[in-house]
């Protein structure tokens, strides 16, 4: 059996870190804590010129629901384009309508310009909020996205354990289901064995001191309770911990 770990990462340090661990595929996000938005196109480019492994980056272009209007998805199609002119390998995308299902009027449009330019596609999460994931796993097969990111519609993966195996039976090799939310190497080999899944998602996150000789406490940049001088990153212990966890299923 063949692994995939694919890291999301929202910062060109962490790429290094997650390339190092032993990542297969990366996720290029800005701002993770917000569950990952479109990254800047200077992004794009440098993580293009360093990656030695495939980087597909999100297409999300703010945070909050998956119901867009016309404006987010013309936004949508001109980053689908940047993603290809920086010379990464595929974007991730979610789209839904007002009703919880997966609007495949505006998927079918961002998945017909990733197509443009050979790009790979992964639906991801927004599928964990649609009201029936039997008709959005058709849904995604019609769109011929290669995976779907997915905790089986539970808060992690762990949880949703049970729904990601009928998801895998579901889709039956016309893609993958990529377990994703909660992965670790405490749990990635339980999670693989119980589902039958063979590509798996994490951050690895971990964070570093600010590197600033002056700390200048008195003036926050955004959000009231974090702290700018602690600067989030991937760990690559975490990532060659969940590799070696999944070793043991090989």
């Known amino acids: 059996m063949t692994y995939q770990i694919e890291v999301c990462i929202d910062n060109l340090e962490s790429l290094h870190y997650a390339i190092s661990g032993g990542a297969d595929r990366i996720e290029l996000c ?11 196109f200077g992004f794009m480019q440098q993580a293009a010129k360093i990656s030695t492994i495939p980087v597909y980056a ?7 629901d998956f119901l867009y209007s016309e404006e987010d998805i013309e936004l949508m199609l001109l980053d689908i384009d940047a993603a290809a002119h920086a010379g990464l390998q595929g ?3 979610g789209v839904l309508t007002a009703d919880g299902d997966i609007d495949m009027q505006q998927a079918t449009r961002l998945a017909q310009q990733a197509k443009s330019h050979n790009l790979g596609i992964t639906f991801h999460r927004a599928i964990d909020q649609c009201r029936n994931y039997i008709n959005a796993i058709e849904a995604v097969a019609e769109l011929g996205c290669e995976r779907i990111l997915t905790s089986g519609l539970a808060s992690n993966a762990e949880q949703g354990i049970e729904v990601l195996a009928k998801m895998v039976e579901l889709a039956n090799g016309r893609f993958a289901i990529m377990a994703g939310a909660g992965v670790n190497a405490g749990n990635i080999a339980h999670i693989a064995r119980s589902t039958g899944i063979t590509q798996l998602h994490l951050s690895g996150k971990t964070t570093r001191q600010s590197q600033m000789n002056v700390i200048a406490e008195q003036a926050k940049m955004g959000n009231q309770e974090l702290d700018d001088f602690i600067v989030p990153i991937t760990s690559t212990q975490t990532i060659e911990k969940v590799m070696k966890a999944l070793r043991t299923l090989i």
């Open 91 to 93: 974007v991730v995308f």
């Open 30 to 40: 800005s701002s993770l804590a917000l569950g990952g938005l479109t990254p800047s």
């Open 58 to 64: 999100m297409i999300r272009p703010r945070q909050g």
